[in-house]
């Protein structure tokens, strides 16, 4: 079938009209579609392969780069809170009244340097290779072999009820508004990100703080896991210590309602 245009009884046209083929324009679309993609992807590359994956930030990579940003960020603030301290001690018009209740609230409150004796708990992830131990046990899954937030919190609440004047998690001092929270096992605390092992430090009685932590029974449940997968457990005497004052935040962020 001839698809001119020519009417019958005419003259030949010199140029025969073509039809309109939708597949054509599909066609055409569809190269300039990766047209666009090649352009856009040159354009984010910058001249470098982008197929490779040191040339990706990994996330691991922005949530360490933040944490040692935030962890000199609370060094910067702590200085300037020093500052502010040595300032307002200069005041006179203070009395020495107000000056012991105002020590009495920082302490209270973990932002002023505690010292006194101390116990240290250790916590780690057992062996990747760990099997069970003890007869009657089933051999271990993934999850009984890492530290979870709860193991974490157990210590914290039992040296709290041992009578902890103060409490340490890594190098961060802990006060009321502090939570400890694990993606993974890893450790999120105050904006920060920490690997196991973990190091829990209480400044108080020795005895009754390790007497809190025999009595509590999450705590003995999670003997359970150091006796027959191997988790880290570890209980020191330090002596002497000091412990850091808080020198992050104190403002409270909390959510608002939509209107």
Known sequence: MSNSADSPGTESSPVRRRG???????????????GLIFFTSFDTAKGT?????DSLLKLSDLIHERSHKNGALEETNGALRGDIESLAEQDGGRTEAEDDQLADLEGRAGTRKLKGEAVTVTL??????????LPGYPEPQPDYLVIHQQDLQAVVNAMWQGGAEGIKVMDQRLI?????RCVGNTLILQGRVYS???????????EK?????????SIQNYMVYVNVYGLGWKVEDEGAVTLPGYSGTVDLHYAKPVR
Do not use: E, Q, W
């Not at 939708?22 to 990766?34: I, K």
């Not at 009321?176 to 400890?180: F, G, H, K, L, N």
């Not at 430090?201 to 020795?206: E, L």
């Open 20 to 34: 309109f083929r939708p597949v054509r324009m599909l066609t055409a679309g569809v190269f300039a579609l990766a």
């Open 49 to 53: 392969n982008i197929r490779t994956d």
């Open 124 to 133: 780690d992830d057992a062996p990747p290779d760990a099997t069970a131990r």
């Open 176 to 180: 009321s508004t502090s939570a400890v």
């Open 196 to 206: 196991p092992p973990y190091k829990i430090t209480a400044v108080g009685d020795p």
């Open 209 to 217: 703080l390790k007497n809190a932590l025999a009595a509590s029974p």
